[in-house]
T-cell receptor, first 113, second 112 residues
């Protein structure tokens, strides 16, 4: 089955640690995105990538980093510089320049110990 | 600054009636609009979209209306069913296939 896989489902981080969230898609989509959702809030864009080896900052990129070495994979690292990392993180993908919606993974909930 | 606004955090509707969810936007460059449905601890699921060249798009029980001059869109669900109870997000982008701007969501409760 084609889809977007995010792992792990739940993740705990100690203060001062970096942590990496995985996102893999087998839909052959060019573009991939990371969003963050906080309670009572909409989804806010962290980073996005339209093609391999290229990515752009979204609205709230501070304290996060990404890489896009393969078309299928777009991992997100939450660094110790992110002061409020507790949130629900969602990865999405879509083909570029085509009238098709973004598809989302099931998310990773990150909590600080 | 929030470019997509859903001013009603919650809505309660009786089963069988119409649910109307509203969304306003401020960026006149937005050209592509979508509605997503989301359950807790899951990713959003795409419902329906509309491009700015249209003013209405229908898919089964779901219809989206776009009023570009008012920068307003709405999602109509007819008839509403208990399984429709979820949070609904409005989203917009300047082009299809590009990053989305989301509203804060409206929590719909459909009661039997």
């Amino acid at each position: 089955d084609g889809g977007i896989t995010q792992s792990p489902k739940y993740l705990f981080r100690k203060e001062g640690q970096n942590v990496t969230l995985s996102c893999e898609q087998n839909l052959n989509h060019d573009a991939m995105y990371w969003y963050r959702q906080d309670p009572g809030q909409g989804l806010r864009l962290i980073y996005y990538s339209q093609i391999v080896n290229d990515f752009q900052k979204g609205d709230i990129a501070e304290g996060y980093s990404v890489s896009r070495e393969k078309k299928e994979s777009f991992p997100l690292t939450v660094t110790s510089a992110q002061k409020n990392p507790t949130a629900f993180y969602l990865c999405a993908s879509n083909p570029r320049d085509i009238n098709q919606p973004q598809h989302f993974g099931d998310g990773t909930r990150l909590s600080i110990l | 600054d929030q470019q997509v606004k859903q001013n009603s955090p919650s809505l309660s509707v009786q089963e069988g009636r119409i649910s109307i969810l509203n969304c306003d936007y401020t960026n006149s460059m937005f050209d592509y609009f979508l509605w997503y449905k989301k359950y807790p601890a899951e990713g959003p699921t795409f419902l329906i979209s509309i491009s700015s060249i249209k003013d209405k798009n229908e898919d089964g029980r779901f219809t989206v209306f776009l009023n570009k001059s008012a920068k307003h869109l709405s999602l109509h669900i007819v008839p509403s069913q208990p399984g429709d109870s979820a949070v609904y997000f409005c989203a917009a982008s300047e082009r299809p296939g590009y990053a989305l701007n989301f509203g804060k969501g409206t929590s719909l409760l459909v009661t039997p």
